[in-house]
């Protein structure tokens, strides 16, 4: 008892006691605990796709790697993740990591990152932009409805993502703020880190995993028929009605 007390008190101590705790180089620990979770600037993200993931086991885990402007992936989004989302959410975690097959490069002179995008600057800022909705509203009932306009409306990015705030009650005036800060900047970056570190390595975009597998198998499945996919690895006894229509 006298050494279990000694110990907390001790720990206490060093956690009050000013002593800073740095964020582990590889993200797979970033969630062990909160304390790392806020060194890492992540606890959204551990909360929501993490800690609430290992509390409901049975629900299936679909990621999605993408970049903003890549037109498969818009009209991926646009189409199965929507039909998905709003027909079968209650079994599904969804989770948007907006990178995709973009590049990046630390700049000391700045302490920043510096983004390369394959469809250009314009995707680079719209990734941004996604990537701070995501983390200012880290509920998927908030954020994929402002995903789904940006990635169904043609037009310039600024313009889309200012429109599409307003139409889903995103706070545009914040999302700025983040985009041109360097939380915005670090996030983005997190992002990049969650990407490269995929296995298997990402070959193309959109990319789909389940349950934190991809293969090609599933890939295609997905592209063609998401529901169906999500409904068939989902191995809970209280499946939506539309996978019942499915079976």
């Known amino acids: 008892m006298y050494t279990s007390l000694a110990l907390s008190t001790i720990l206490v101590f060093c956690i009050h006691g000013g002593l800073t705790i740095d964020c582990p180089k590889s993200s797979a620990n970033w ?4 304390e ?24 299936v885990n ?8 890549c037109p498969d992936c818009r009209q991926f989004i646009s189409t199965q993740v929507w039909q998905a989302f709003q027909s079968i959410s209650s079994i599904v975690n969804f989770t948007f990591v907006p990178y995709g097959n973009a590049r990046e490069v630390y700049r000391p002179e700045t302490q920043l990152y510096q983004f390369y995008c394959q469809h250009g600057s314009e995707e680079c800022y719209g990734n941004l932009i996604h990537t701070c909705v995501i983390s200012l509203y880290p509920n998927t009932t908030a954020h994929l409805p402002f995903i789904y306009c940006t990635e169904s409306t043609k037009g310039d990015v600024e313009t889309v993502a200012g429109k599409c705030a307003e139409k889903t009650s995103i706070d545009y005036n914040k999302v700025s703020s983040c985009v041109q800060s360097p939380v915005g900047n670090q996030l983005q970056h997190l992002y990049a880190v969650q990407t490269e570190n995929l296995q298997p390595p990402h070959q193309y975009v959109p990319w789909v995993t389940i349950n934190g597998q991809h293969t090609e ?20 006894s209280n499946p939506p009605a539309q996978c019942k229509k499915n079976l």
């Open 62 to 69: 679909f990621t999605l790697y993408y970049e903003t402007l």
């Open 217 to 236: 198998e599933m890939e295609q499945e997905a592209e063609r028929d998401l529901v169906g996919l999500l409904c068939k690895t989902y191995k809970g």
């Open 31 to 34: 969630c062990d605990n909160r």
């Open 36 to 59: 790392i979770a806020q060194a890492c600037g992540v606890v959204n993200q551990c909360t929501k796709y993490v800690w609430a993931v290992a509390a409901d086991n049975d629900r």
